[in-house]
């Protein structure tokens, strides 16, 4: 692989992760301004070291790319808002907030949180083109059971994965680059990614077996430990995509309800490679659901832990999914 190819996916990474925080600026602004238009509401935005991130973000996409993502915000705030009446009704004080990003690691996904003066809490999720879930981290000494279930790995999961991050650790002690180590992609997974991947299968194995609440346990962890809506903004179709992720029924309070409640799975059904995958376990529970999760390396650089990429592959069908189109405005 050469340099310009490693460089130009750090710098791709780096740019989609710029513009997913101004997207998010633009969903803050779209909301606030809607609220704000309504006589007997008032609006405020907390402000935060998220909040003036995703600002500057904003601020310094081109005029043309910053019309487009307002256009986009816009038709997702208005696909949240025809599910949830307090912000139809739009009377009494709201509060919005950008969360930090270390409270996705910590299991709460949201970014986008909206507080009513009465309690009620609202929380969305935006992503900018893309449907991933989430984005964990293992490494040689990341108790990642502790992270995700809420229980202890076991020695013997240590045991197996000790001998790859000995030998990432070495490597990233020198500052050594993927592209020195002279390997091809297939070798680079079999050597460190399938080993890793072995040990974790066994290990989730052991501890679905052992605990009834652990399948629940990764899912939440997996999606979000508080409900949200998902926008998934898509800027190049002018679409976007409302999922809701509705366990504890904090979405569309009405009556009847207008946003159906989703049941956590109880067991799992089947965890193993991917057909033709060496890099990718796909984990399949019972009530529908299944995830991916595959392993790469994050940076063109060693690095001391490995990325999963957790992906959601099937979900019930009762979950709502709308989706919505906008046209350019003039």
């Given at each position: 692989?050469?340099?310009?190819?490693?460089?130009?996916?750090?710098?791709?990474?780096?740019?989609?992760?710029?513009?997913?925080?101004?997207?998010?600026?633009?969903?803050?602004?779209?909301?606030?301004?809607?609220?704000?238009?309504?006589?007997?509401?008032?609006?405020r935005l907390a402000d935060s070291s998220a909040a003036r991130t995703?600002?500057?973000?904003?601020?310094?996409?081109?005029?043309?790319?910053?019309q487009s993502y307002d256009w986009g915000a816009q038709a997702g705030?208005?696909?949240?808002?025809?599910?949830?009446?307090?912000?139809?009704?739009?009377?009494?004080?709201?509060?919005?907030?950008?969360?930090?990003?270390?409270?996705?690691?910590?299991?709460?996904?949201?970014?986008?949180?909206?507080?009513?003066?009465?309690?009620?809490?609202?929380?969305?999720?935006?992503?900018?083109?893309?449907?991933?879930?989430?984005?964990?981290?293992?490494?040689?000494?990341?108790?990642?059971?502790?992270?995700?279930?809420?229980?202890?790995?076991?020695?013997?999961?240590?045991?197996?994965?000790?001998?790859?991050?000995?030998?990432?650790?070495?490597?990233?002690?020198?500052?050594?680059?993927?592209?020195?180590?002279?390997?091809?992609?297939?070798?680079?997974?079999q050597r460190f990614y399938r080993p890793v991947l072995s040990a974790?299968?066994?290990?989730?194995?052991?501890?679905?077996?052992?605990?009834?609440?652990?399948?629940?346990?990764?899912?939440?962890?997996?999606?979000?430990?508080?409900?949200?809506?998902?926008?998934?903004?898509?800027?190049?179709?002018?679409?976007?995509?409302?999922?809701?992720?509705?366990?504890?029924?904090?979405?569309?309070?009405?009556?009847?309800?207008?946003?159906?409640?989703?049941?956590?799975?109880?067991?799992?059904?089947?965890?193993?490679?991917?057909?033709?995958?060496?890099?990718?376990?796909?984990?399949?529970?019972?009530?529908?659901?299944?995830?991916?999760?595959?392993?790469?390396?994050?940076?063109?650089?060693?690095?001391?832990?490995?990325?999963?990429?957790?992906?959601?592959?099937?979900?019930?069908?009762?979950?709502?999914?709308?989706?919505?189109?906008?046209?350019?405005?003039?």
């Open positions: 692989m050469s340099a310009r190819f490693i460089n130009s996916l750090s710098t791709f990474a780096s740019d989609a992760s710029a513009n997913g925080k101004a997207l998010e600026y633009a969903c803050l602004t779209a909301l606030a301004r809607r609220l704000a238009a309504r006589q007997a509401t008032i609006v995703a600002q500057r973000r904003y601020d310094a996409l081109a005029p043309a790319t910053r705030i208005e696909s949240v808002m025809r599910l949830e009446s307090t912000l139809l009704e739009g009377k009494g004080r709201f509060t919005l907030a950008l969360q930090a990003d270390a409270q996705g690691a910590a299991g709460d996904v949201r970014d986008l949180v909206v507080k009513h003066d009465t309690g009620w809490e609202l929380g969305i999720l935006v992503k900018h083109n893309n449907d991933a879930a989430k984005h964990p981290r293992v490494s040689g000494d990341l108790d990642f059971a502790r992270q995700w279930l809420g229980m202890s790995a076991s020695a013997g999961y240590f045991a197996a994965i000790k001998p790859v991050f000995d030998e990432l650790e070495s490597y990233a002690a020198t500052g050594s680059h993927w592209s020195a180590l002279g390997l091809r992609e297939t070798e680079k997974a974790l299968a066994v290990e989730l194995r052991r501890q679905m077996a052992q605990t009834p609440n652990a399948p629940a346990a990764l899912l939440r962890y997996m999606t979000g430990r508080r409900d949200f809506y998902k926008l998934i903004i898509t800027i190049k179709k002018r679409e976007v995509e409302l999922q809701a992720f509705n366990f504890d029924g904090e979405l569309g309070r009405a009556t009847p309800p207008v946003v159906p409640r989703l049941r956590l799975p109880t067991k799992l059904i089947d965890l193993d490679f991917k057909r033709a995958s060496i890099n990718t376990l796909i984990a399949r529970f019972d009530r529908e659901w299944a995830l991916s999760l595959r392993l790469h390396s994050a940076s063109s650089r060693v690095e001391r832990s490995l990325k999963l990429d957790v992906r959601l592959v099937s979900v019930p069908a009762e979950m709502l999914k709308q989706t919505t189109a906008w046209r350019a405005q003039t």
